[in-house]
């Protein structure tokens, strides 16, 4: 099986004080098969670690998909990306409107701590 991981369990895994920490580093161990990363993730990733953290913790996390071979960097199709957002009538962002859409097209397990994001995910 092959996963799609959000920004969420990405953040919470690489602060050790985030609440959700222990739960990210679980979910993350028990995750057996390639995790799709797309560019809207590294981007929005990338950018918490360094305000909430610090620049050194952002580059911990590229590093990390850098160098873990499980760790597949899609790029983003932005278009179809687009015409999706604009087809569905749910308030998401548009990250997680690309999250839901490449989840599906990839047929990729979202893995996520966005209750409502898993929501709307799992009802469409």
Known sequence: MEFLVDSSVWVALF?????????????????NGPIFTPYCVIV???T????????????AFLGYLSEN???????????EEIMFYRSITKNV????????FLAKKLDARLITFD?????IAKSM
């Open 69 to 79: 071979r499980d760790i597949a960097l899609i790029e983003n199709v932005i278009e």
């Open 115 to 119: 209750l409502e994001l898993a929501r």
């Open 15 to 31: 602060l050790d004080f985030d609440t959700q920490h222990e739960k990210a580093a679980r979910a993350i161990s028990h995750i």
């Open 44 to 46: 929005e990733v990338a």
């Open 48 to 59: 918490v670690l360094a305000y909430k953290h610090s620049k050194a913790q952002a580059d």
């Open 93 to 100: 962002s548009f990250t997680d409107s690309s999250l839901i």
